[in-house]
């Protein structure tokens, strides 16, 4: 596979003034690449619209040239000692461990292995033992998704034998290879135990695909390493009961049900001991660690915003985004823009199943973000997509190279509007900000997560964009008590405060999602695999966790569509709303835009008292949703006939424009559309879409 001849990353998504930002990146250029520091206003390539629209920031940051050197990345999980192992010659040697495999390979699959010593499994499917060029192979396949022991030995004498134990229910019977090394005793055996790949000086090779658990090495009888994977399982340390603890790579997920997992507990903390085994890919890759290039130290005087450092060497160009916050406790705008980062990150690479080819021809006319993730998965794809063995991909980092996080990236090429979603088209938010003159601050996940409501204290008003689809409880926290305290809290997008993620305690910047029970998954988590590792909590949807988004903002997730949308009808005519109709003679509201040309389509949300929506909300406008364009989420969804509503579905399939107080003087305002945002900038920002958004936001500030 082709890689991208120049692309870069940053160690941290968001900072500060005052803070250092480190910049990774690796160009095939043979001269320096240059850098160039811009602010983001807009990043939609659509020519149709105000186009890609970015300010020099040269003032922070005095462009520079720096040397170009490719950076190498390797993708799969394993594990490794932390000490040598080592064994003298004349000695029997006895390797073991459990496996659940689930994948063929052209190539060996190292389960265990310690210097010249692996146990395998082979191209043909059968276990193997191998010590330097002797290998001993049984002649029959391991079924794929079936647990076995695989137990190799190295007898005194210098012969290898491999046998493979069929466990718990099977119609198989255990078998076993055998082979003479050629040598009269047993060799010496020294270095690092590892297990899911084998160790070399170039490197790891030989992954394993499939679940491993209780791997250990005997010498004489005696145990001399063992580890159980049950142990410490939100950690990346794999604890020894004897002998040396082990480090895991490219984080395996972890919490995964054993060969001795019954269904008798879901829940890992309960039972650990049914949870002993770890899940290796040949495909894990969450942090590329490349060597930084240059770094960049914010001045105190940098506005908050969205900047991108462009790159360019060679013909090759590549724009990096990060976002800059005010100083903590010191806001400079009375507006909050919450900027969903940890929603970046989950979709970060999603290579979707209808990409095609073809898309490439409107990207080079509208100039747009040349690369797409489906054609590039060996940067590693997203929890949107598979493992490479079929498993759905649980983790996500941005300390890699994000494709789709990119200004000008088109998540959909053939679709009769921009085709925008996350970053891109976040920024019709910010453009019509700029366009309205009206100052902001932005705020990320990131800084909700660990300081709470204390890092949008001080703000009279709170905004999301398009889609905060992925969150915390302390970013939930952090919301609600900034609601409750008299903040005004703004929610325009849909299928928002959706699914519960977890945050790794000794990486923050890798995250954790569990496709539970129900709601549109683009996987199902295996029975038994619920519960987040990285904490414990039990994963899924949030309205599962008994936070359904109503009882944040008022609506919830209920219908999801084609990229299209459709315009709001006005419903409320109380006096006492006037105000947010101001200067609008229209009824009808929002029936253009450059996200599915109109504000309410994609996926949608609705009111519903029995989830939270409290009972004073005013619901202020409805879509106007065909019902052949949209589906209900599962969640809603009962049998073929019947739903929970009791009535017909399409009585439900709509996005519910609302407002309400809370006491405390705290009020919300939500729209339920993701694509609320891309009628903003419509007709150069004249529309009555754009009039509604700036008599709710002007009242709130």
Sequence with gaps: MKNIPLIGYTDRLSVRPGETIAFKVSSAATEAYSAHLVRSISADPNPAGCGIVEEDASAYFTPARFPSREQAF??????????????????????????????????????????????????????????????AVTDQPLTLRRWYRLIGSLGRDGHLTIRQEPLGRSFEDACEGYVRSGQTTAPGLSGHPSVAARIGQTGPSGHFNGKLEAPEIQVDGQICAAWDFSQDIHSTTARATTGPDMAL???PARAMTGSRWDGSEMCWRHKPEHYGAIHFHDDDIYDFEWKTDFTFTLPDDMPSGIYVMRLAAGGHEDAIPFFVCAPRGKPRAKLCVLVSTFTYTIYGNHARPDYDPSWQTRMADWKAYPHNPAEYPQYGLSTYNYHSDGSGICHASHRRPLLNLRPGYLTFGDTPCSGLRHLPADSHLISWLHARNIDYDLITDHELHCEGVDA??????????????YHTGETLDALRDFRDCGGALHYLGGNGFYWRIARHQEDDGLLEIRRAEDGIRAWAAEPGEYYNAFDGSYGGLWRRNARAPQELVGIGFAAQGEFSGAPYQRVCNDPHFDWVFQGIDDDILGAFG?????????????????????????????????????????????????????????????????????????????TGSITFCGSLPWNNFDNNISRLLENVLRRSL
């Design 74 to 135: 390797q993708a799969g999980s394993y594990g490794v000692a932390h000490a040598q192992l080592t064994a003298e010659a004349g000695q029997e040697i006895k390797l073991s461990a459990i496996v659940f495999p689930t994948k063929r390979d052209d190539g060996d699959q190292v389960v265990l292995a310690c210097g010249a010593m692996e146990m395998l499994i082979t191209p043909g499917g059968g276990a193997g033992f191998r010590f330097g060029r002797a290998l």
């Design 594 to 670: 450059f996200s599915g040309n109109g504000a309410a389509g994609y996926e949608l949300d609705h009111c519903d008292t029995r989830l939270g929506t409290p009972e004073t909300v005013t619901i202020l406008a409805r879509s106007i949703t065909h019902d052949g364009a949209f589906m209900l989420v599962p969640e809603e969804q009962l049998t073929h006939l019947t739903n929970l509503s009791g009535g017909p579905a399409g009585d439900v399939m709509h996005a519910d424009m609302i407002y309400f107080d809370v006491p405390g003087g705290g009020s919300v305002f939500s």
């Design 249 to 251: 790579i490219n984080h």
């Design 456 to 469: 949008i204290t001080g703000y009279a008003a709170l905004t999301t964009a398009s889609h905060p689809e």
